[in-house]
């Protein structure tokens, strides 16, 4: 942890150091030191942030039942200690800005859809950031689009601040200036978000409440979990991975999209997002409570934001309630492409277990027998997963390089390491691995090949480019006639809206299969109910029936070696 050093107070170094320390000795060393502590002032923000973030671990990964009510009770009396500082106006609150921890604030640039979400939720404790000279030099140039035109000009007047005169504006005393825009912007600019995200507005967020904070943000309540993980003892990684994984919980509409909240929290208070969390399908919630005190929620995308053909899932997964980690996979046929991001917090925490567990949920639940992750995770263009080592995180997990030259010289470097006590890879050899994706096949008989998506996009792009000289409406409107044709499709217009733009967007490569008219009737309406599934409520179905859809998938095959001539 960054604040382990020598200008911290001894008890938050030895806290630091015992902190995945397991047994009755300890458990009654840390207890010791935390009612010591209890009783310590809290005026430092560095101590602060380091104490805090210790105590979540202690949350998260607790040894039993005293030591995790006693960091939980501690947890508030931070919260408590920060909101008094900011009654008295005390340099504390300032100095803890954007770390996540509650009653401070986070200012960073959101996308529109959070930025919507963050207003709605939070109302008054979301503002544009004036201090920011950028937000005001931004509204100065493009307020106009806020604003008739008949009150345009007084853009221009010397009287009143930008600020004083989006104050003004916006009315009501208890309604904020960003809720204001927000609320003018879908009106006047059709809700573009790309003209959002380049108007660049940085907002404040004051963490008031539970749910935004790193501190107290938590997933439903469920059955706690002490000690290290029965598992984690002696894991046999291929055994847990082949575990049978309950039914995911049952959730309200009211409970999915509490769950949804937590995940964009979850996120936005570390400055992060991803496609899921900000784009999420309320009807597509999935969470999966399983042994040890971990939880996994999936969530999948909304419709119209949806890919083409592979799919995208974004999940949280939490320890004993506290989200430790989030990511997402690219589900395509039977192949699984998954990226993990461990908190710092909560890092030496059994990693190797929870993302185990989270492997786990993903290969059953999507019926993946191939699990590829990206060099990306440990070490391309990241010098962290260099120096970690994280190469041979997944290594010791089975996964092997997809380069097969790679595959020997890890395997000689793995000799090393066995022979050699104390021996670390070269940086220059863990280097040369990220070369490669890591791959790991569960079906020793797997055969059929994964059409490269890649591939098949330009298969498209060539015949627009050759037959259509790039005129993408005249290609579709062939495409879809071609389609609707051969599939027997006579009126799409009493389908839900999705399902048919689903079914329209695949047309231009579906209508490049060259022996379509010869399928089975039965491979047809499979086919119909694949690329309307696409669009619908819930994308998981989707996915498992492309799996399904053999004769979709040797002809996409056939469509990689696509040259553009007919």
Not at 43 to 60: G, I
Request: glycine letters at 6%; a positive charge.
């Amino acid at each position: 942890m960054k604040d382990n050093s020598s200008d911290l107070p001894d008890w938050i170094e030895s806290l630091v150091a015992m902190r995945g320390k397991r047994g009755r000795r300890w458990i009654t060393r840390k207890l010791a030191l935390l009612n010591k502590i209890s009783a310590t002032p809290l005026t430092s923000a560095k101590v602060v942030r380091s104490y805090h973030d210790l105590l979540m671990f202690l949350v998260a990964f607790p040894d039993d039942a005293t030591l995790h009510r006693l960091a939980k009770s501690e947890l508030k009396r931070i919260a408590a200690t920060i909101r008094q500082a900011r009654s008295a106006g005390r340099r504390l609150v300032g100095s803890l800005a954007d770390t996540g921890i509650a009653e401070t604030d986070v200012a960073y640039v959101y996308t529109l859809p959070i930025a919507r979400w963050l207003s709605k939720t939070f109302g008054a404790d979301v503002e544009l950031t004036w201090d920011d000279e950028s937000v005001e030099n931004t509204l100065e140039e493009l307020g106009h689009i806020f604003l008739p035109q008949v009150e345009q000009s007084s853009l221009l007047t010397n009287s009143m601040s930008t600020r004083e005169l989006f104050e003004l504006s916006k009315g009501a005393e208890e309604q904020t200036v960003l809720a204001w825009i927000l609320d003018r912007y879908e009106i006047n600019s059709g809700s573009r978000e790309e003209f959002f995200d380049l108007m660049d507005l940085r907002l404040q967020w004051r963490l008031s409440s539970k749910l935004a904070s790193r501190t107290l943000n938590r997933f439903p309540r469920r059955k706690l979990s002490f000690g290290e993980s029965r598992a984690n003892r002696a894991m046999n990684f291929r055994e847990l991975l082949e575990a049978r994984v309950a039914r995911p919980k049952k959730l309200t509409a009211k409970e999915a999209n509490h769950l949804i909240d937590v995940a964009r929290s979850t996120l936005s208070v570390r400055h992060r997002e991803t496609e899921a969390v900000t784009y999420p399908n309320a009807h597509e919630v999935d969470l999966f409570q399983l042994q040890d005190g971990i939880d996994v929620a999936i969530f999948g995308m909304q419709p119209e934001r949806r890919l083409s053909i592979d799919s995208f899932f974004g999940f949280i997964a939490a320890k004993n309630g506290v989200p430790v980690a989030y990511g997402g996979s690219f589900v395509y046929l039977h192949r699984l492409d998954i990226g993990l991001n461990i908190f710092h917090e909560y890092r030496g925490g059994e990693s190797a277990y929870l993302f185990t567990q989270i492997l786990r949920t993903f290969v059953q639940h999507y019926a993946s027998t191939q699990i590829i992750i990206d060099s990306a995770q440990f070490g391309y263009g990241r010098v962290g997963g260099i120096q970690s080592g994280a190469f041979w995180f997944y290594y010791k997990m089975g996964f092997r390089p997809a380069d097969s030259g790679l595959v020997q010289l890890a395997e000689e470097e793995w000799s090393k390491i066995a022979a050699e006590p104390g021996y670390r890879s070269p940086s220059a050899t863990l280097r040369r691995f990220t070369a490669s994706n890591l791959v790991l096949n569960l079906d020793d008989k797997l055969s059929e090949p994964v059409p490269d998506m890649a591939d098949i996009s330009l298969a498209v792009t060539r015949h627009a480019a050759m037959h259509y000289n790039g005129d993408r409406m005249a290609q579709a409107e062939w495409a879809e006639r071609r389609v609707r044709r051969l599939l027997k499709v006579s009126d799409i217009r009493s389908w839900p809206r999705n399902e048919r733009q689903s079914f329209l967007q695949l047309c231009p490569l579906i209508a490049l299969v060259p022996d379509l008219a010869s399928w089975s009737d039965r491979q047809k309406n499979a086919l119909i109910a694949l690329m309307r599934a696409k669009g619908g409520p819930q994308e998981r179905r989707f996915a498992l029936m492309l799996q399904r859809h053999r004769k979709l998938t040797r002809a996409l095959a056939a469509l990689t070696n696509y040259t553009g001539l007919a």
